[in-house]
């Protein structure tokens, strides 16, 4: 790991004693600004700027700021004090899964003091980066133990901005509406939350990274202005009440970064920003942690895992695909019919697989009775199992059904994760929250679930029609933060239907990022595949050295382009009702090298496919005839 801090020589920074002091922070390409005001009645807000082709451009016009204590208010007469030296942050760091293998934090960063009346001490830490902005407060006080009963962070945003946003759910699985205008409506919203200007200038996607233990998630709401979006805490029946919603904080102390990702829509789909400000690694050794495919038997058959035939047909797809994993999900401490637990393992192993287990989390917070439940609320109960699993050769668990993201909720999930890293055991995380940089922290998180995925394909007949455009949706807001479980690839029927085509489910694979991809179609449904479209699927990675947004738009289509070593894998989806041509450039390939294109697209139906093999280089552009709701995926090697 490298790092570095130095002085940032270009670095604009301006102090005035009369009304609104400022203080502006330039990114290190100088195209993000952001600039501190204070109000009439000394209270301080932000506000972030874009370079789009030299027009300066308002990204978000304010931002107020302050924090509420249970002993005191920081917010209004708040007194400045002093901006520290700026400092240019520069680390370079290597992801083990995700959207790009080598990542940088760098960006230009001031330390602003106040002061309350009460003399008490509040900073706010500035950052801006190439691809966005991002702040926290801090209590530099030493000692001290306080509620933080609010927070007054608030986005006001003009409502000619078009926005996609989700309405809050505990599990985070709802639909992005897309909303502007008299049309905005008045909820708690999830996030990420997607933002485009009125006049297409520039982009913005609202997040926060780095929660801890020492806080808890938040959510945006506009209930009381529909143009303001202030930062809430959990609800305090969330997690069936289990937990206080204000969190508990000890001095010294900082609060989780607030993270808003800017630029054009390839900037925000290649953006690392959430994991760049996020904790480093506290994994020494990771050579145990391996991305893949897993297959999972959970989609075409609810209660597959009780059935030990069932378990052995999914050992023997993963063996047949190449794939390392399978899931056993929930019962199989109940399993039968022919073989237990021990004999399914000892099977799956035989076969050159490694098994995934899915446990309930637990705990009064749940009332989802699913078994195995209880098993790792404490640290002696997971230290326990994964001593169990350990020596019975599990490699991963599925942690499920969290349903809340208060401070005792937010310790939970990183003491799972802390345990098992122990026992060298990767995790995903089902029912849960949306990231929020934990994959940085501890690199054997391999994915959340925290989306409306393929698994809702069996819960109700909204899906089926609703999927095309969702998956659209998805690659501009959901997985821009963190890695994706959405369970896709399946070309067979669940419960209920698909209007996908076949290459549209077969780019799913690329266009959606998860460092383990539970793939999630019955066997025939991979064995009746083409040959190209079968090889296609044994060879495709679940981690990335590069990521490139190719063309698309929110809700209507998307081209992706992704690369592992010197290959790069390309996927398309379309939305729309009409058939349609994708102009695929390959203008993002180095000069002077020849490329072999494998191209697996649209047949005549949506059960079929075309395939065909071209040369292309630099300067190529190919049409894709796509159908309507359908899609493609191509790859790209060098020729020796």
């Keep these: 790991m490298k790092f570095a801090i130095g002085v940032v020589s270009f670095f604009s920074f301006y102090v005035m004693t009369s009304f609104a002091q400022k203080v502006t922070v330039q990114s290190p390409d100088q195209r993000i600004s952001v600039s501190l005001f204070s109000t009439e009645d000394s209270g301080w807000y932000i506000k972030a700027s874009c370079n789009n082709q030299g027009k300066m451009a308002e990204v978000i016009p304010r931002i107020d700021i302050g924090l509420v204590r249970s002993d005191q208010e920081f917010s209004k007469e708040l007194k400045f004090l002093k901006a520290g030296k700026p400092r240019l942050i520069h680390e370079q760091y290597t992801a083990l899964h995700g959207k790009r293998s080598i990542c940088t934090n760098e960006g230009n960063e001031v330390i602003v003091s106040f002061e309350n009346p009460s003399k008490a001490k509040m900073n706010l830490v500035i950052r801006a980066y190439n691809d966005g902005i991002a702040f926290r407060y801090e ?200 073989g237990n637990l021990e004999d399914a393992l000892q099977y799956i192993q035989s076969k050159g697989v490694k098994p995934l287990m899915w446990y309930n989390s637990g705990g009064p917070h749940t009332y989802v009775s699913s078994t195995p439940r209880d098993r790792l609320l404490t640290h002696e109960k997971r230290v326990e199992e994964f001593t169990k699993l350990k020596k019975l050769g599990v490699k991963g668990i599925k942690v499920d059904f969290f349903e809340s993201e208060k401070q005792d909720m937010i310790q939970y999930y990183l003491d799972i994760l802390k345990d098992a890293a122990e026992f060298e055991m990767m995790v995903y995380f089902h029912g849960c929250l949306v990231p929020r940089g934990w994959t940085r922290t501890y ?92 090889t296609f699927l044994k060879e495709v990675p679940a981690a990335w050295d590069d990521t490139r947004l190719l063309a698309g738009y929110p809700g209507k289509d998307v081209v992706l382009a992704r690369r592992k070593n010197n290959v790069w894998f390309i996927g398309g989806i379309n939305a729309e009702m009409q058939e349609k041509k994708e102009a695929v450039s390959f203008s993002f390939l180095p000069e002077g090298i020849k490329y072999k294109l494998t191209l697996i697209s649209d047949g005549k139906h949506d059960k079929a496919f075309t395939t065909r093999y071209l040369v292309v280089d630099r300067s190529s552009t190919i049409d894709v005839p796509v159908l309507r709701r359908g899609g493609f995926v191509a790859v790209v090697e060098p020729i020796p």
């Design 443 to 534: 690199p054997n998180l391999m994915t959340h679930e925290a989306v409306r995925g393929a698994e809702w394909y069996n819960n109700g007949p909204d899906f089926t029609m609703a999927a095309p455009a969702h998956n659209t949706v998805l690659p501009f807001t959901r997985n821009v933060v963190g890695p994706m479980d959405y369970t896709p690839v399946t070309f067979t029927n669940s419960q209920y239907p698909h209007i996908t085509s076949y290459g549209h489910e077969l780019a799913l694979s690329i266009v959606f990022e998860s460092g383990i991809q539970h793939l999630a179609d019955r066997p025939e449904g991979y064995r009746q595949l083409p040959d190209a479209a079968k």
């Design 139 to 338: 209590f530099p006080e030493n000692q001290g133990t306080f509620v933080v009963k609010d927070e007054l962070t608030a986005y006001t945003i003009p409502k000619e901005t078009n926005r996609w946003m989700e309405k809050w759910n505990t599990a985070n699985e709802g639909f992005y509406t897309s909303m502007s205008d008299s049309s905005i409506q008045r909820q708690q919203w999830c996030y990420p939350a997607l933002f485009k200007l009125k006049d297409n200038s520039s982009w913005f996607l609202l997040h926060e990274a780095d929660v801890t233990g020492t806080y808890c998630g938040t959510k945006l709401s506009n209930t009381h202005d529909e143009s303001v979006y202030k930062l809430t805490f959990p609800d305090p029946g969330d997690g069936r009440g289990l937990g206080a919603s204000q969190p508990t904080i000890t001095l010294p102390w900082q609060s989780p970064w607030r993270v808003i990702i800017a630029g054009s829509l390839p900037d925000i789909v290649a953006s690392t920003l959430v994991d760049d400000v996020s904790a480093p690694s506290v994994v020494k050794h990771t050579d145990w942690i391996k991305p893949g495919i897993a297959s999972w038997n959970y989609w075409s058959s609810n209660h597959g895992t009780r059935d030990y035939k069932i378990v052995c047909e999914f050992a023997d797809l993963a063996a047949e695909m190449n794939w390392p994993y399978t899931l056993l999900d929930w019962e199989w401490d109940n399993m039968g019919n022919g």
